[in-house]
């Protein structure tokens, strides 16, 4: 009986790792079945469209006529273009004002509501602007705070100049955005910290911290890769920001608001140079990937050497 056994453990270990075999074979073959769904959305939405702005990028096109192909041109053109490179100046001003407002409160609010009865409440007042269309907002806002006929003027006398200086053109816009994304910031920076262990703080008060110290040097320190996320996604939006400008100021008063995506609409809908707007669009594509890689490696390699 055990050479029997053992004569036949050979036979069963192959018939196992034939069955093994054909098990992963069969899972990978559902997997790549499941994938095509996904994978025809990618090219279909995604893929698609971008080569053929980038085709769209080697023409002279206005939409109507027959399109001109003219190779480079295009993206020759824009390293001489001074009103898209005062665009991105502005949009990187914009950032510069926006990014940290809104990475501030996000993480002040947090700690402040943190384990608060009001704490859901609040969060859930803080999100319902982001419920809200962009459109709705912005239509609201210009009717709160219009210089001339706006409910803030109305009822106390107070004529925001918004409309007239461009500094104050910029805030109004930053104002308006930091409104409606805050809520998000918020829910992201409260869910990291519920995501710090009980054990850590408790080991930290054993230690005589106060809670001072203890949201400096333990709870904030544990928030930074929720940090760089945000950082990460504010920069991209910002660089990608457009419909509030559009609603709100078109640009103006003297082109102050006019951030890369309000260029790129003036380009392509206003003066209808479609392959220009093309190559203007690649190059805020570009923009923004670099942007966003520079960031996730800095911050992120912060956050592993802060965890050291």
């Known amino acids: 009986m055990p050479a029997a056994s053992a004569r036949a453990q050979p036979a069963l270990t192959g018939a196992g790792r034939w069955a093994l075999g054909k098990g992963v074979g069969s899972a990978r073959a559902r997997a790549w079945v499941l994938g095509v769904p996904a994978t025809l959305v990618f090219f279909g939405f995604s893929l698609f469209p971008l080569l053929s702005v980038a085709r769209y ?66 969060k859930a007042l803080l999100f319902a602007p982001g419920l809200v269309t962009v459109g709705g907002s912005a239509i609201a806002w210009y009717l709160l705070y219009n210089p001339d006929f706006g409910v803030m003027v109305e009822l106390t006398g107070l004529r925001l100049p918004w409309t007239t200086q461009p500094g104050a053109a910029l805030l109004y816009v930053v104002l308006f955005t930091l409104w409606q994304q805050t809520g998000y910031g918020v829910l992201v920076m409260s869910a990291a910290l519920k995501g710090i262990p009980r054990e850590v703080k408790e080991a930290a008060r054993i230690d005589g911290a106060h809670e001072a110290e203890l949201r400096r040097f333990v709870v904030i320190p544990l928030l930074r890769p929720t940090v760089a996320f945000l950082t990460i996604v504010g920069s991209v939006l910002a660089l990608q920001s457009y419909t509030a400008v559009y609603l709100l100021t078109r640009g103006g008063p003297f082109g102050s608001t006019r951030v890369l995506g309000y260029y790129l609409f003036e380009v392509a809908f206003e003066r209808f140079e479609l392959g220009y707007g093309a190559a203007i669009t690649l190059f805020v594509l570009a923009l923004t990937l670099v942007v966003a890689v520079v960031q996730a490696r800095v911050l992120i390699g912060r956050s592993l050497e802060g965890g050291r």
């Open 57 to 122: 990028a080697t023409w002279r096109w206005s939409g109507t006529a027959d399109p001109v192909p003219i190779g480079a041109a295009n993206l020759s053109r824009l390293v001489a273009d001074a009103a898209l490179w005062q665009a991105l100046g502005t949009t990187a001003l914009f950032a510069l004002i926006a990014l940290p407002a809104f990475l501030g409160l996000s993480l002040v609010v947090a700690l402040a509501i943190e384990g608060l009865r009001v704490e859901r409440f609040v």
